[in-house]
């Protein structure tokens, strides 16, 4: 039976980014820097990679990383969600590194695991499977911020100086994780790995982004709670309605199903285990549309100041909605749950 619950070890990591992210990636931070048009918050990557470590956190300490596991990269990627901190710690120090591990460049490893080089996964973030054809990748995460760009080809993982690669932004819901549009065509890479270092990558991605969703999720129920019980109707708190204590209730519990969903995906591929697939497969399903209500919710019991610009829950909406597409979304992870347990949908 995995354990479900952080350690000592995990919970002070834990207590270290909020710390960083409470100084330099508040929500007015936040909206400030989503009116820059910048690829990334880089002082805040930086702290992140070079003062942190978080950066290589699975990487071991002979390659240059922290040499910690997945399960540290979960906890980081959730309190990053309850920040919808603008770094690219999916693209690089998650799918990068994921995929690095099981390819062989170790220098490359070494920089991404440093903080130095940002190295991102070149697979659109709505539909990582998707094949790559006249060498364009449409919509990926977090290439507008990376150094090296690694693109899945049918021989294997091959890295491309990302100077080389015409990139193209697009607009999103989400200004807090920028997409771009990526051209190949004439740029020259070198094979670093075979096909099942995507395949690899797209596991740990899966598990670390339902962390990311619960983070999300988390602090959208913790802040509606909050201000339920500080906004008074008709001389009471709103929070005392019974209306409001049910929906709140039921989405307290939805939130710890998905915490325990987020948390055993996260296990497993740290401890590779054959269950992986599956766990990451269920975590996605539940944690999509889990961070989707919860973010809803938040907007709706703040009422007028939900709607507005000056308070962040439009910045959790964004987030939770650009997360519930990510990877296929809900419906895609659920086929998916039915192959592997042999079901027919």
Known sequence: MSDLLYGEVEEELRAGVREVLKDRADWQHVLAWS?????????????????LGVTGLPVPEELGGAGAGWRETAVVAEELGRAV???PFLG????GVAALLASDDRDLLAAVAGGETVATL???????????RDGKVRGVADALAADVLLLPQE???????????????VTTLDQTRPLADLDFGGARGRRIGGPEAVGRALTVGGAILASEQLGV????????????????????????????KHRLADLWVAVAQARAAARYAADCVAN?????PIAVAV???????????????????????????????HLYLKRAKSLSLAFGGAHRHRAALGELVGLTL
Do not use: M, N
């Open 92 to 95: 690089s120090a998650v799918l």
């Open 155 to 169: 021989d294997g993982l091959h890295a491309y100086d990302a100077s080389d690669v015409v990139r193209t932004p």
């Open 122 to 132: 070149a697979v659109p973030y709505g539909a990582p499977e998707r094949p790559v």
């Open 272 to 276: 590779d285990d054959p269950d992986a």
């Open 35 to 51: 009116e820059r048009g910048e690829s990334h918050d880089a002082g805040l990557w930086t702290v992140l990679g070079k003062e």
């Open 283 to 313: 975590a996605q399903s539940h944690c999509s549309e889990v961070v989707v209500r919860a973010a809803e919710d938040c907007v709706q019991f703040h009422g007028g100041i939900g709607f507005t610009w000056e308070h962040p829950a």
């Open 217 to 244: 999720a988390e602090q959208c129920l913790e802040s509606t709670l909050a201000y339920v019980k500080t906004r008074y109707q008709f001389a009471r708190p709103i929070g005392s309605y019974q209306a409001v």
């Open 85 to 87: 901190a603008p770094v």
